[in-house]
Every structure is written in structure tokens, then in C-alpha cells.
């Protein structure tokens, strides 16, 4: 009987091929190699489909792909960390799967990611690489060798450099302190025996420096030398009625009130007039302090290069000071600049600027001009004066107008209040002004003026911190500005013009702000505003300050910045500022 035909099978169990061989002339069975595999049949390796019997030496043999760990090191800017981190790529591992049996089979696998591994030796190489080897940390290598697929980790660290002291300057004077001020309940109050002016005597220390202190160099991971930052050094220096020993201490020459600006020390004389200032005794122009154990009549004028104090009243009077003024009593009319030419500064801050940058731009333009192949020499040989006077007619014609402009700002607090910057005016005026410009002889000499006047700016900007202050029981129908504070510590101030650099503060009884204008950079508080018979009331402050008024009455404007809310009806409890979107809040 004849044999049934059966084709011939392949099949793999438990990872082991398991051929039968094809019966009564049916198809031998044929063996594909899958992926991650390697076939040998007959001692023959195999990657196309073949036949196989079970006669054949059948060896199959997975393989595993190795992966690959490269360790990035990072060295930080400052040089002070190294942060290490692996960039893996994974191997792959096979096995053989079971497949039942079948004429014709390919070899099926699954595959299994294999981490590569990582050894503390692949981690210091790479340091190593990148020059590493301060303070590298064995704990964070040991961290990053068992888990090289984790976040980047700080592996080294170096000594930051410790840094240095600047040199500061110790006021020995600012250690005395005056009568105290009594509480607002005391009814009786002799304000000459508690008026306070320091002072110092001849011989006596005013001020010690204590010297810049160096810091220590560091190491960065790499053993480079870090250096710390040079400590900033800062000249004590000697001004009126003292003296510098060995650079580190000052010592007053004579007796008087001592005051401190940046480094220099001064001490400022003190004139003292007994019976006030009147026709008799004459206007009043001194480099020092004034005190007058009086009242200031009408008309006179008292100018000090220091401070201002007026036991008494002061009526329809001009009281300017380069430091600050106190009127015990009342300013009634007139005119009072706290912080003189402080004040100037900050009404002509945008002139200056405007003519800082003006300068800048026509400079510029004219070192471009020289620069030109062409135009440079033609300039040269018709004269740089020239060139610059015909700017100063055409696009530049506003700089002569800003130096016109600023000089009679500053007219106002000349002579010994306004000395260094008059000097720098009547410069830019020789070179911006009339036909002065003809005198220029080069590009360089306008540079030079945009130098004075950006120095001259940043000045300003250093000062704008020592703000001097105003003070007065009550304020009425005057004229008042300070650099600084506003203070009135009574009755209030009345169809009055207030000015201060920072703040202006009415918070005496009533403490009323009824009719005229009251301006401040930051802040002002009263305790009212305005009247109910409706007196127009202006208080304003820039965009980034606050008014606070315990009541507000009708025909009363508070601007903050740009914007501006006048009342029709009373209100209490002000608090007004802008919010974030800059629109105005009341409360």
C-alpha cells in the first residue's frame, strides 16, 4: 500500500528545533532565520530559507546587541562644579520563542532592552578628559555609576573665593545725640532749649576708615585660581575746617557743625544771629550753618551753604540753604528751598538728559564725519569749529537752547551753593552758546563735553539718596521745595506751593492741606485735604508714589502719574495709587 504524502515540518519547543522529514513525496520542511538569530545547518551558517531534515546538524544562536554609555561632563561657568550626566543607548538581548510546527518556519525572538554598564573608572576618565580633579565627590560618582540614567549630579565642587571688605568710613559725630523732643501732649514747650545743632571742637575726631580688607583667592574644579572680587576702596578726604592723618583719620581744625558727603568731611561754621534778620542786620549770604534766634522779617533773604534754623517766624522772606531749613514757627509768604541746588537737579533732570544725549548724538556724528574717507579731510581742512557750529544751527540748534535753559535754572541758588555746576554751565556755554563753537578745535573736545555732562548726570543720580528736608509749624501762601522731606508738624499749609524730592508729610492738628499745589516724587500724607466750602486742591506724586489723606473734601484733584480723579464729594480714608494695569485706586 502506498505511502500518504505529508510534507515536512519545523518547529521549535522549549527552545529546541524538532524537524520531521516529508512522507509519500511531499515538501521537505524549510527553516528562515528570524531577527537577533544565527542559523548553522551542516556546520553552514544560513540567512536565506533552506531545507532541513532531520538527518541535518541544526544550531540556532541568539545574539545580543551591545549598548553604548558615553559620561558628559560640564564644567559650570564660574568653574566652581562639574555636573556629570550618561548618554545611553540600550542593548538588546534575544531569546527564542516556541513556535508549533509548520512546513515552512521563520524563527521568531523577543528582544530585551540590557542596560550598559557603567564603572566608576568610565566616570573619573571622562573627569579626567575635562580636566577635572578638585574636589571631585565619591559619593555622587558611586550614585551616578548606579544609576547612570538619573538626573545630571554634581560630582565635583571647587572653593569659591572668599570675598574681600570694602572700605567704609566710620562718623564718629552721628554718635552724639541731642535733647529729646517731647510728646505731641505737652502743652509748653521752649523750643530754644531744645533746638540741637551738633558740634564739634577743634582737634576732635570725626571720622576713622577702616581700610578695604582683601579676600582669598578660590580653586576651581579644574585648579585654576579663582580670584574674589577687588574690594571697592573709598578716599577719606579733608573739606573745610579739618584734616586727614595718615589717610585714615579726620580731624576737625576748628569749631563747628560737622557734615559728611561721600568720603569728604567738612566742618561747616556756624553763624548765630541773636536778634533775627532784619533792616539792621542786612541779608544774610554764609558758607556754613545760620541760626536765627529770632523771626526773619519781610523782605530779607538768609542763603547758607549748610543748614537753616529760625527760632521764629519767617514772613514774605527768600530762605535758601544747601542743606536743610527749620522754621520753629511760621512761613508766611515768600520763598524757602531746602537742599538748593538738590532741588534744581531734580526740576531739571529731563534737560539734562536731553542735552546729555544731544551731545552724544551730535559727537557722534561728527566722528563719523572725521572717519569718512571723503568728508573727514574737507572737515579738518575747513576746521572742526566750524563744522560743529553749522550742527548747532541746523539739527542741533535745541543744545544751545538746553544750556540757556539750565543756567537760568541754576541762577536762582548760585554762588556758594551751585559753585561746581556753574562752572560746568559757563564751559558748555563758551563751546554750545553764541558762536562759541568756532573755538573747537577737534572731535575729542566734544567728547569731552559729553563726559562733563554725563559725569555731571551721574552725580546728580548719587545724590538723589541724600534728599535734605524742610520743616515748619505752618505754611501759608509760600513757596516751598526740598530735595528731600516736607514736614509740617502743625496747623498745616495754606493756598501754599509744596515741592519735595521724596515726601511731603502734614500730620500736625488740624494737619490741613487747604488750596494751592502739593507735589512729592513718592509720597504725601495729611491728615485733610481741601475744604467743605469746595477750595481747589492739587496733591500729586509720580507713577510709583502714594497720597494718603484721612479726609477729602469737594474740588480736591489727587494725580498719581498721568492719572488724575477729582472729588464732588467728600471721602475719607485715601489711599490712592496705581495698580498693575496703571489704573488709579482710591482705598
Not at 507735589?519 to 481741601?530: C, L, P, T, V
Amino acid at each position: 500500500m502506498a505511502e500518504a504524502m505529508r510534507d515536512g515540518s519545523v518547529g521549535v519547543f522549549q527552545g529546541r528545533i524538532k524537524v520531521t522529514d516529508p512522507a509519500g513525496g511531499g515538501r521537505p520542511a524549510v527553516l528562515v532565520p528570524g531577527p537577533g538569530t544565527r542559523v548553522v545547518v551542516n556546520g553552514t551558517e544560513i540567512t536565506a530559507p533552506t531545507e532541513v531534515r532531520t538527518s541535518d546538524s541544526i544550531q540556532v544562536e541568539t545574539l545580543t546587541e551591545a549598548g553604548s554609555v558615553a559620561v558628559k561632563v560640564e564644567i559650570a561657568p564660574d568653574g566652581l562644579t562639574a555636573t556629570a550626566h550618561c548618554e545611553l543607548v540600550p542593548g538588546r538581548r534575544y531569546a527564542l520563542l516556541d513556535c508549533a510546527a509548520r512546513q515552512q518556519l521563520k524563527l521568531a525572538t523577543r528582544a530585551e532592552e540590557v542596560l550598559p554598564a557603567l564603572t566608576v573608572e568610565d566616570v573619573q576618565q571622562a573627569l579626567t578628559a575635562k580636566g577635572v580633579f578638585v574636589g571631585v565627590d565619591q559619593e555622587a560618582v558611586a550614585a551616578l555609576v548606579a544609576d547612570p540614567g538619573g538626573v545630571p549630579r554634581v560630582v565635583a565642587r571647587g572653593t569659591p573665593p572668599e570675598p574681600g571688605q570694602d572700605a567704609w568710613i566710620e562718623l564718629k559725630f552721628h554718635e552724639k545725640k541731642g535733647p529729646p523732643v517731647p510728646d505731641a501732649d505737652v502743652q509748653k514747650v521752649d523750643w530754644r532749649e531744645l533746638s540741637y545743632i551738633p558740634t564739634v571742637e577743634a582737634g576732635e575726631e570725626l571720622a576713622v576708615k577702616h581700610p578695604l580688607v582683601l579676600g582669598r583667592p578660590g580653586q576651581s574644579v579644574t585648579g585654576q585660581e579663582l580670584e574674589p572680587p577687588v574690594p571697592k576702596d573709598i578716599e577719606l578726604t579733608a573739606g573745610e575746617g579739618c584734616e586727614v592723618i595718615d589717610g585714615l583719620r579726620a580731624v576737625a581744625t576748628r569749631s563747628g557743625r560737622p557734615a559728611a558727603t561721600r568720603g569728604r568731611i567738612d566742618v561747616l561754621p556756624i553763624l548765630v544771629q541773636e536778634d533775627g534778620v532784619n533792616l539792621k542786620s542786612g541779608n544774610i549770604k554764609f558758607s556754613g550753618d545760620v541760626v536765627v534766634k529770632g523771626n526773619v522779617e519781610d523782605t530779607m533773604s538768609v542763603q547758607a551753604g549748610g543748614n537753616i534754623e529760625v527760632f521764629g517766624n519767617a514772613t514774605h522772606v527768600s530762605l535758601s540753604a544747601g542743606g536743610q531749613i527749620r522754621v520753629r514757627q511760621n512761613l508766611i509768604g515768600g520763598v524757602a528751598r531746602a537742599g538748593g541746588v538738590g532741588v534744581v537737579h531734580l526740576r531739571q533732570e529731563e534737560n539734562w538728559e536731553a542735552l546729555a544725549k544731544g551731545l552724544e548724538e551730535c559727537a557722534t556724528a561728527l566722528t563719523q564725519i572725521a572717519r569718512h574717507p571723503e568728508f573727514g579731510p574737507a572737515a579738518a581742512q575747513q576746521g572742526w569749529g566750524r563744522v560743529l557750529q553749522r550742527l548747532l544751527d541746523t539739527k542741533y540748534r535745541f543744545l544751545p537752547e538746553r544750556v540757556r535753559d539750565l543756567s537760568a535754572a541754576y541762577r536762582e541758588v548760585g554762588g556758594i551753593l551751585a559753585g561746581d555746576v556753574e562752572k560746568a554751565l559757563e564751559q558748555l556755554r563758551s563751546r554750545l552758546c553764541g558762536r562759541g563753537a568756532l573755538a573747537v578745535t577737534g572731535v575729542g573736545e566734544v567728547w569731552g563735553l559729553v563726559r562733563l555732562t554725563r559725569g555731571l548726570v551721574a552725580g546728580f543720580a548719587e545724590q538723589r539718596g541724600e534728599g535734605l528736608s524742610f520743616e515748619a509749624r505752618y505754611v501759608q501762601g509760600a513757596r516751598v521745595e526740598a530735595s528731600g522731606d516736607i514736614i509740617i508738624s502743625g496747623q498745616g499749609c495754606y493756598q501754599a506751593y509744596l515741592f519735595a524730592g521724596r515726601s511731603v508729610r502734614v500730620r500736625g492738628r488740624p494737619g490741613v492741606v487747604r488750596g494751592g499745589v502739593v507735589q512729592a516724587r513718592e509720597r504725601i500724607s495729611a491728615n485733610e485735604a481741601g475744604s467743605a466750602a469746595g477750595s481747589p486742591t492739587l496733591l500729586k506724586v509720580e507713577a510709583r508714589g502714594v497720597i494718603e489723606v484721612g479726609t477729602v473734601h469737594p474740588n480736591v484733584t489727587l494725580q498719581v502719574g498721568t492719572a488724575r480723579h477729582k472729588f464732588d464729594v467728600s471721602d475719607g480714608g485715601i489711599s490712592a495709587h496705581l495698580d498693575k494695569e496703571g489704573k488709579l485706586v482710591l482705598h
